[in-house]
């Protein structure tokens, strides 16, 4: 029996990085000698045991066989006779494909080290076509590791089109797709995810609604980029220096969707484009099951982004519906994240992207002078039911008017 430290655990390390998740093989041993040893099996498709100790996972040296299409269609064998050269050369990218034995001795098959040492991300074996998930794993990584300059290799990308084209990622399922896809938003540079699915063909069957704004023109004056695709890039890197939080990413990234949509006749305006959006938006987020709270802040930022681009021109009555729509009052963390996507659509334009804008501030300022105003306060004027509500939304409207007036002067 031996025991191997496997897979991203050995790339960190190589990398310089503290290793994020530690996986572990075993060669040479049995079901029955790892529940010998006290290890707890966890694994209900192939052998996977949690260590008595660590709750590490553990996992039998295994092979697999393509049986049927999609991330399921697989039959797994795991014995003491497999070895851990079989074990690695299953895994998607050379890069994963490393082990490091108990003296520290790095067991390297597939030329891992020379890619991590090249910035190249490259296929294991061809049997990397089986499973469309690696798509997604492949584009995640690229997105981890773009600011490093990985690439991926050509025969690599070229086996991602040949998928792609036969059809491998229509049986992606939803809860995968948005796994990999709530990952990459959390990588450093997640535009290049979304550029990597493009490149191969799998952002049109997986994301249309994105892969409907590229070509879409937009009005040069206030878009020197134009291309409706190319601005949501823009967007959704200015998203990732302003904000950790992939929830603020998602929504910079799908606020646009309504370009998508509009008639030809009507380029390069885009007029009701945040109407539109809405359903779109909707329509994404069921077909990929996103979390409700992602979705409704995405509806909120495709909705009301518009509105809030013109807030230096609005009236008192204005910012104050905006915000009540928005539910600050009741949920006030929702502005930042709001503000936030919001000012990544204003950044993410070429010469933009340090510009200060005053917006965000208006914003802040409307919401800290009308959350001053209290309804308990109105209660303890005698005022109760209906009236209370009306007289909050007078009082609110006319505490942002002061703060309104005192800005202009």
């Known amino acids: 029996m031996q025991i191997y430290l496997v897979g991203g655990a050995v790339r960190d390390k ?34 996977v045991f949690l260590h008595p100790g660590t709750n590490e996972e553990y996992a039998l040296a295994r092979t697999e066989r393509k049986t049927a299409p999609g991330y399921h269609g697989f039959v797994f064998h795991a014995d003491p006779s497999v070895t851990l050269e079989e074990d690695l050369r299953r ?51 690229a997105a981890r590791y773009a600011h490093w300059g990985f690439r991926i290799a050509h025969g690599t990308h070229a086996l991602m089109k040949k998928m792609v084209a036969n059809g491998e990622v229509d049986a992606l399922v939803a809860e995968r797709v948005w796994q990999e ?7 450093q540079t997640p535009s290049r995810f979304f550029e990597v699915l493009r490149n191969c063909g799998a952002l049109a069957r997986i994301f249309p609604e994105l892969e409907a704004l ?40 799908v606020h646009d969707l309504g370009k998508g949509t509009t008639p030809k006749a009507e380029w390069p305006r885009h007029i009701a484009h945040e109407h539109r959006g809405v359903a779109l938006v909707e329509q994404l987020c069921e077909r990929l099951r996103v979390p ?27 910012l104050l519906k905006t915000l009540e729509q928005l539910d600050v009052f009741r949920r006030p963390e ?15 334009r070429p010469g ?48 942002i008017e002061k703060i309104h007036r005192r800005g202009m002067q």
């Not at 490091?100 to 990397?128: K, W, Y």
């Not at 929702?334 to 993410?348: I, K, P, Q, V």
């Open 292 to 318: 409700r709270e992602y979705r409704d802040l995405a509806v909120l930022v495709t909705k009301h982004h518009g509105v809030y681009h013109r807030a230096e021109e609005l009236r008192p009555e204005t």
């Open 214 to 253: 590229f070509g879409v023109p937009q009005p040069k004056h206030h878009h020197p980029e134009e291309d409706t695709g190319v601005h949501t890039m823009m967007v959704l890197e200015q998203a990732a220096r302003l904000s950790p939080e992939t929830m603020v990413r998602f929504a910079a990234l």
């Open 352 to 399: 933009f992207e340090e510009q200060h804008f005053a917006q965000p501030g208006i914003f802040r300022s409307a919401f800290a002078a009308a959350s001053a105003v209290q309804a308990r306060n109105l209660a303890a004027q005698g005022l109760s039911g209906p009236a209370i509500g009306e007289a909050l939304h007078q009082a609110r409207t006319q505490a």
């Open 91 to 141: 895994r998607d990218l050379t890069i994963n494909a490393m082990a490091e034995d108990a003296e520290g001795h790095i067991i390297d098959p597939f030329g891992g080290q020379e890619d991590l040492t090249n910035g190249r991300l490259r296929h294991v074996s061809p049997a990397f076509s089986e499973d469309p998930v690696r798509i997604l794993r492949i584009a995640r990584y």
């Open 334 to 348: 929702r502005l930042d994240r709001f503000l936030l996507a919001c000012e990544a659509d204003s950044r993410g």
């Open 14 to 47: 190589l990398l310089g990085l503290e290793p994020r998740d530690r996986d572990w093989v075993v060669v040479g041993a049995t079901v029955q000698t790892m529940l010998d040893q006290g290890f707890r099996p966890v694994g209900k498709e192939f052998p």
């Open 181 to 187: 896809t709530e990952a990459a938003l959390g990588e």
